[in-house]
């Protein structure tokens, strides 16, 4: 059987919190969100920003062969911001939601469409309040004082890249770059 991708945190860098279960590999038992999204070798995804559509989301995410992965819908009313992340068949994933009142831009994300406490996965938030390029400091739900982050992620909207870090460390566990821009225009 193939293991996932072992992040392992160097010495001194892993969060203040006791990680969550590890498997015989040493990778999270399940994955994050869910063992179906792990793989033992980099997957390439496309992801293309759908413009003024009405019914299917702004966002969809595909394979390289153009095969439906998931896609975010943005609900059009309610108080507070939120998206949802659907798999290639239409169910809730994750869903992410805006803390409000937050003076680092804090959102949590919680498991398939519920916004309930238990089933918060991890929060992410501005590592600093002024910022030219983006940084976001994430930290998975048993990680209740937040004192080290279990992943950082930098990137710049510019460049549309980015880069997740393993704790404070510099060990690469993901990372976004933009081959090229796809846009849908049709209203559907």
């Not at 992040?7 to 498997?23: E, I, V």
């Not at 969809?60 to 798999?87: A, Q, S, W, Y």
């Not at 869903?95 to 918060?120: A, C, I, P």
């Amino acid at each position: 059987m193939e293991q996932p991708y072992v992040y392992a945190y160097p010495p001194g860098t892993a969060p203040s919190a006791p990680p969550p279960p590890l498997g015989p590999g040493g990778g999270i038992v399940g994955g994050i969100v869910d063992q179906r999204f792990c793989a033992p070798y980099p997957v390439d995804l496309a992801i293309v920003r759908k413009m003024m559509t009405l019914t299917d989301g702004n966002f969809v995410i595909t394979d390289v062969n153009g095969n439906l992965m998931f896609k975010v819908k943005e609900p059009v009313f309610g108080l507070h911001d939120k998206r949802i992340l659907l798999d290639g068949s239409g169910s809730p994933v994750l869903t992410l939601r805006e803390k409000m009142m937050s003076l680092h831009d804090r959102w949590q994300v919680f498991r398939g469409g519920s916004t309930e406490q238990r089933d918060l996965l991890y929060t992410v938030k501005r590592s600093s309040m002024l910022q030219f390029k983006t940084k976001l400091d994430v930290f998975l739900s048993h990680n209740k004082e937040e004192k080290r982050c279990d992943f950082r992620v930098k990137g710049s909207w510019l460049e549309r890249s980015c880069v997740v870090y393993a704790g404070e460390s510099d060990a690469i566990v993901a990372q976004v770059n933009s081959l090229s821009l796809s846009l849908s225009l049709p209203l559907v």
